[in-house]
């Protein structure tokens, strides 16, 4: 039984790319061990995050990640039982910003700038389906024992 989870939050404090490497370094630790795969994008003080894998996997590392303190505001968009995986590429992949450029961002949203807030779960989806169909995501290849 795979799920695939999309939400987004509000960063508390200003994030820098130091914390942000702590944030993904904790999650290609842990994720593997879980099963769980995705990708996390972090702009203007707002993250996208997309989790998929086993039910209990993600709905446990979801609640876990909800009460984090560095974050406020985390607001489920999408959750969605799914037969294959998007991301299964990256225990979690970063989206590389210097891809995300405006046009890409209008194409979903009536704004340029990403607010996932503002649109809906499957816009902000399509929106990281196009990153990664032009090698916007970066990070280590999954060496997840994904049984
Ligand atoms: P430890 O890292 O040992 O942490 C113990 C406790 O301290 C936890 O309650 C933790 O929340 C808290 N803590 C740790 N560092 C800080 C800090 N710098 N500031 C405040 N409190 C802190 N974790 C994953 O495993 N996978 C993910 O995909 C993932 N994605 C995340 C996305 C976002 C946007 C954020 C903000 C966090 C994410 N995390 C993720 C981290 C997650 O919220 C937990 O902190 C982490 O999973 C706890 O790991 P641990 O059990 O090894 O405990």
Redesign the pocket.
Known sequence: MLVRLLYA?RAVNTVNQEELV??LR??KT??PAMG?T?V?CFSEGI?L?A?EGGRSAVNT?YN??AV????TQVELLCYDEISERRFAGWS?GQVNLGRLNPGLVLKYSEKSALDPFAVSGRASLALFDELMATASIVGQACRARLA
């Open positions: 939050s702590a944030i904790k999650s842990n994720n769980v995705g996390l993250f995050q989790l590392l876990r990640i984090d303190p560095r974050h979690m």
